[in-house]
């Protein structure tokens, strides 16, 4: 059985402001997307999931595109949903008039009309042609293949060890589960790699002592 999700007063909030949410699972994100003429990968605590077996509830489903794929996905989706590029909390109705994202970098919500819950949120990655960027850090970048795996469903997910990184930041309640989740499960690389990334660019981040504590306990096992 999933873990049910702690929903903070930030969320009760963020659900007033901009709706209720009932994310796809991953095989309906790779159905609707079957044909679409570009990559896309799953992100955030669904591909944590989908790596470590163990499941949890889920306010959302993160799904990246390399920007330069925007108009091929709003042809691929057509009229059966409606775009909203959101800007950290802006949000315009992408449509003919205004058919680009807010900015290169946007997340774009989806949902079939105004009634409907939010069922997918796409993040634009800027990089391109078979080339993964880090939203955060312009300096982390590798070819696509290096930094994502694929599922026996034939999906495709972020590394990990990327995704928490990313988690690292803010270390909601959900980031702590998907931590421990995935701690058993990492190899020794993929557990050095995370632990130096985080004490690069978070020093004082609690998730070192537990990502130092693994890694000796890989390295000696």
Known sequence: MADRLVLTEED??????????????PDQVAQLLQGFCGPWWIVGGQ???????????HE??????????????????GDRFHLW??????LRHVTDDHPEPLTPLAQTWVREHAMAPWVMDFILNGEGDGIWGARRDIDLTAPLDEVTWISPAGIR??????VLFFKARLQRPK????????????SYEQLTWLLGAVREAYPDNPWIARLDEASRDRDVS
């Not at 591909?47 to 163990?54: K, N, P, S, T």
């Not at 590029?85 to 802006?90: M, V």
């Open 60 to 77: 959302d489903v993160d799904i990246s595109i390399f920007s330069s794929d925007f108009q091929a996905l709003r042809a691929h989706i």
């Open 85 to 90: 590029s959101n800007d950290g909390g802006l």
């Open 175 to 186: 980031d702590q589960v998907d931590l421990t989740s995935c701690l058993p499960r990492l």
């Open 157 to 162: 997910y972020l590394n990990p060890e990327l």
């Open 47 to 57: 591909a944590i999931e989908a790596f470590a077996g163990v499941p949890r509830e």
């Open 12 to 25: 009760h909030q963020f659900y007033r402001v901009y709706g209720p949410w009932q994310p796809y699972r």
